[in-house]
């Protein structure tokens, strides 16, 4: 099975500070995505990678960044982090099938 | 008004009920159609996909795509209070970029 790994699994961070939020998956997919869902919105894309080094803008990039040096590694990155990104964090992988393998999550606060 | 609308629920049943869940969508591209089922502090996991219009069976699951009247529909028999999570459909144009996704209907399946 795919497994879609992110480091942490609660994160409290404070205004203004720069987050990083790591997701690793171990079954050589070409396409990564960073997803944030909050309740009444259900889940909005923020970027998305279809291969190393490229990256796209989903539908809410506004105070994000993402970086994939290695294939198997898409970072999300919060260049200052704000109250309104407190959030669920998921990130997804998949190959040229369809349907995403998830991972668990990161739950943030920024206080 | 949203590309994909999904009744947020709960939809609270007992047990053995026969469950229907449904979403609208406004995007004629899209032909394929998945759902997901998300536990509780837990990612996504992909329950079914369909390709274009009809139906397709996986266990006590049936998923239906009439996409003259932009609907989907996924049937759970038998329910088990196991199947109590939030439910979240998803859409997309090709198979594996950029799904866009419902709200999600939260269910609760009582003993």
């Known amino acids: 099975d795919v497994k879609v790994t992110q480091s942490s699994r609660y994160l409290v961070k404070r205004t203004g500070e720069k987050v990083f939020l790591e997701c690793v998956q171990d079954?050589?997919?070409?396409?990564m995505f960073w997803y944030r869902q909050d309740p009444g919105l259900g889940l909005r894309l923020i970027y998305f990678?279809?291969?190393?080094?490229?990256?796209e803008k989903g539908d809410i990039p506004e105070g994000y960044s993402v970086s994939r040096e290695k294939k198997e590694r898409f970072s999300l990155i919060l260049e200052s982090a704000s109250t309104n990104q407190t959030s669920m964090y998921l990130c997804?992988?998949?190959?040229?099938?369809?349907?995403?393998?998830f991972g668990s999550g990161t739950r943030l606060t920024v206080v | 008004q949203k590309e994909v609308e999904q009744d947020p629920g709960p939809l609270s049943v007992p047990e053995g009920a026969i469950v229907s869940l449904n979403c609208t969508y406004s995007?004629?591209?899209?032909?394929?159609f998945m759902w997901y089922r998300q536990y509780s502090r837990k990612g996504p996991e992909l329950l079914m996909y369909?390709?274009?219009?009809g139906n397709k069976e996986d266990g006590r699951f049936t998923a239906q795509v009439d996409k003259s009247s932009k609907y989907i529909s996924l049937f759970i028999r038998d329910s088990q209070p196991s199947d109590s999570a939030t439910y979240l459909c998803?859409?997309?144009?090709?198979?594996?970029?950029?799904?866009?996704f419902g709200t999600g209907t939260r269910l609760l399946v009582s003993p």
């Open positions: 997804a992988s998949t190959d040229r099938g369809p349907g995403y393998t």
């Open positions: 369909t390709y274009s219009s």
């Open positions: 079954m050589d997919h070409e396409n």
């Open positions: 990678s279809y291969d190393v080094k490229m990256k």
């Open positions: 998803a859409m997309s144009v090709t198979g594996f970029q950029k799904l866009v």
């Open positions: 995007n004629s591209a899209f032909q394929y």
